[in-house]
């Protein structure tokens, strides 16, 4: 497992652990992730430059494959900002009945018009792309559910408490 060119990373890329994240934007075990463990972690580790956090889309349904695309959309620079929001608040857009308008607004709020989010939406390349990484991954991977990670290349599964992670990435730390 490598970081591709293609990767937004989040944290020095020059960290000598790599954790690979495969979420789905629409899963409550993913967004449990990214509102409780993921602060610990950027404080712990991501900050100190000793991990870099790559964030892979593996969409489950049409709607996490949306939200991925809005986060694409909104640029390197913004992308991680996007993430913590959606997950944040998947409550109040996956769950709803009209979820696109609820992405529409979260874009909206993110600076990203109308027109700009239409076009996104309607972005065959992007939405392609998106779902071709997840099925690769999954292939390639064997990943069966969300989120997956893999720490240096060991795998976890779930939604780890922090002490997971920690233990993963300081046996990762021990090697490099």
């Known amino acids: ?19 690979i994240e495969y979420a789905s934007l629409t899963c409550p075990h993913c967004a449990h992730f990214d509102i409780d463990t993921l602060p610990k972690l950027r404080t712990a580790y991501i900050d100190p430059g000793k991990v870099k956090l790559v964030f892979r889309d593996f969409p489950l349904d049409t709607w996490a494959l949306k939200a991925s695309m809005l986060a694409h959309c909104a640029g390197p ?8 929001v959606l997950f944040s608040n998947q409550a109040q857009w996956a769950h709803v009945d009209d ?9 909206k709020i993110g600076g990203i018009g109308k027109e700009e989010f239409d076009r996104c939406m309607a972005d065959d390349a992007l939405s392609d792309k998106i779902t071709k990484t997840r099925f690769d991954a999954e292939k390639a991977l064997e990943i069966q ?8 290349g060991e795998k976890l599964v779930g939604a780890q408490p922090f002490e997971a992670f920690k233990d993963a990435i300081e046996k990762a730390l021990a090697k490099s």
Do not use: Q
């Open 77 to 84: 620079d913004r992308f991680y900002g996007f993430l913590d």
């Open 1 to 19: 497992l490598t970081v591709s060119p293609d990767d937004i990373v989040l944290g020095s890329k020059d960290a000598p652990v790599t954790i």
């Open 145 to 152: 559910s969300t989120p997956t990670f893999f720490v240096n």
């Open 99 to 107: 979820p696109g308008a609820a992405l529409a607004g979260i874009a």
